[in-house]
Nanobody, 124 residues
Framework: QVRLVESGGGLVQSGDSLRLSCAAS????????MGWFRHAPGKDREFVAG????????LYTDSVKGRFTISRDNAKNTVYLQMNSLKPEDTAVYYC?????????????????WGQGTQVTVSS
């Protein structure tokens, strides 16, 4: 079992930055690829970013490329999502997820464990 706890969400203005954190406990964190997803009202859950178990390979959805950065610190069992130049369309509940596999993937069904989510609201 892996327990994931997100933090760092909040209400910001368009153009601002936020850094989300996801702390993991349980089984060996470095055995898991990690992903960030978001879910906005009326929309499907969307893949945002992912990295492999060493953090050397990253994936991003097109809408966040150049603005968001995923990183991880395996010594701290934590994955981060740095979000810059936030836009109102980034408003959603953000979830981190763990996949017991070396590399990240965009499908939510590929992930084994999920956090409870943290709300990000971007006002215009």
């Amino acid at each position: 079992q892996v327990r994931l706890v997100e933090s760092g969400g909040g209400l910001v203005q368009s153009g601002d930055s936020l850094r989300l954190s996801c702390a993991a406990s349980g089984r060996t964190f470095s055995s898991y690829a990690m992903g960030w997803f978001r879910h906005a009202p009326g929309k499907d859950r969307e893949f945002v970013a992912g990295n492999n178990w060493t953090g050397s390979t990253t994936l991003y959805t097109d809408s966040v490329k150049g603005r968001f950065t995923i990183s991880r610190d395996n010594a701290k069992n934590t994955v981060y999502l740095q979000m810059n130049s936030l836009k109102p369309e980034d408003t959603a509940v953000y979830y981190c997820a763990a996949r017991y596999y070396p590399s990240a993937y965009t499908s939510p069904q590929s992930y084994d464990y999920w956090g409870q989510g943290t709300q990000v609201t971007v006002s215009s």
